[in-house]
């Protein structure tokens, strides 16, 4: 049953940005903490950023860090991704998840909603 709906992938240009949404299909998830997934063909799904319920704490991963922003909206009830200067290597599948309580994980195994993806393309 999918809880969140994710939208903002397309095909995009080295160098370029998207905007990434989540947003609750059914439940509100403003009392949740959020993340964002990745996962390339032939690749496990990885963490790509996060944020804690109160939009206070966030953690990025490595390979995004500098280039990717995660943000709520007022309500945090929405998740955000925000991707500037996008590489090939960021082609992927982008999932959007909460988890119950206030604090991230990046562990995805801690995630019990997830979104059905939504497709980011970064030719070079």
């Known amino acids: 049953q999918v809880q969140l709906v994710e939208s903002g992938g397309g095909l995009v240009q080295a160098g370029d940005s998207l905007r990434l949404s989540c947003a609750p299909s059914?439940?509100?998830?403003?009392?949740?903490?959020m993340a964002w997934f990745r996962q390339a063909p032939g690749n496990e799904r990885e963490i790509v950023a996060a944020?804690?319920?109160?939009?206070?704490?966030?953690y990025y991963a490595d390979a995004v860090k500098g280039r990717f922003t995660i943000s709520r909206g007022n309500a945090k009830n929405t998740v955000y991704l925000q991707m500037n200067s996008l590489k090939p290597e960021d082609t992927a599948v982008y999932y959007c998840?909460?988890?119950?309580?206030?604090?991230?994980?990046?562990?995805?195994?801690?995630?019990?909603?997830w979104g059905q993806g939504t497709q980011v393309t970064v030719s070079s």
């Open positions: 059914r439940r509100t998830f403003s009392n949740y903490a």
């Open positions: 944020i804690s319920r109160s939009g206070d704490d966030t």
């Open positions: 998840a909460a988890t119950s309580g206030s604090r991230y994980y990046t562990n995805l195994n801690e995630y019990a909603y």
